[in-house]
């Protein structure tokens, strides 16, 4: 591989060029390496290509060099990470219209330009794979290439570079770093739909379940997102009317209580009222005969007074 004798470093570069490098190119997820360059904090650079180029030598001027030789500024630390990692298709590198690299332990403010002018990388940038540098910057030598975009995903160490913008596509491209299959996006959905009522809601996940399908139709991925939203939605809906109807019934019954409560009430104003009947037909027959007591002394009183009447007139006339 090496023009010069390799020393041990070199031989330990070269497996796990062979090992992992290739491996992960056959498998998107698997292993792969992490570059650490040092000079730049903590912050890990991480790309495949990088490790192409040294392998080709296009990094340090094409001469093959020790990795013991370099400046300790310029220093490799190669450190085995597990890194999500997506494939750039290098044969149609100049036609690739979204083109995704990913930054592992880069804080998410950090400018891309700025870390390739820490990491000192602009050799490596002149390569075919990685010829992005002034476009980043928005400075498009090509007038016949379309302008490139850099949008950042705040919830992932992410970076897309996504070209052929258009206005009518641009809402749909700019700001979109995380694919809809993921859970992030599909978490960020869920997170959406739960701030909006229940109606909103049903209007706004019916237009993203529309684009996801339109975007991976018939997965089987989607459609048990779909419909474990679905069942989630309807347990939820459910249960909210469960909990509805629990507490009506509750409510039911204590108006049950109280009817019977009032219906026992009744029963007794009832009876006072038969009571208070009796009552009032007692007094009337008093009342009766009482007056015919009265009207009969008031007779005999009349008829009293009459007798005395006469006999004084009797008296006055002799």
Known sequence: MFSNPPDENEKELERIFEEKLYVGKKHPLADVSNIQMKGIGKSDFHHTDFIKGFEDRRIFGGKPQSINSMKDNNSIVLKETTTAYDEVDKENADEISHDRYILSGLPKETALEGIYEDLELRDVLKTKEMLMSNEIKGINHNANKPERKVSFDTHADVIDICSDVTPENKANVVGNAVDVNDKDRVASINSLADKTNKIDKIHRLEKEFQNMIQTHKDTLKVKSKVYKFIYNEIYTLRSELSRKVDSLERENACLGEKIKELETEREHLKDEIVDLKGKIEKFKECFRSYNTKVTEKAM???????????????????
């Open 300 to 318: 005999l009183w009349k008829g009293m007074i009459e007798s005395k009447v006469k006999e004084y007139l009797k008296k006055i006339n002799k």
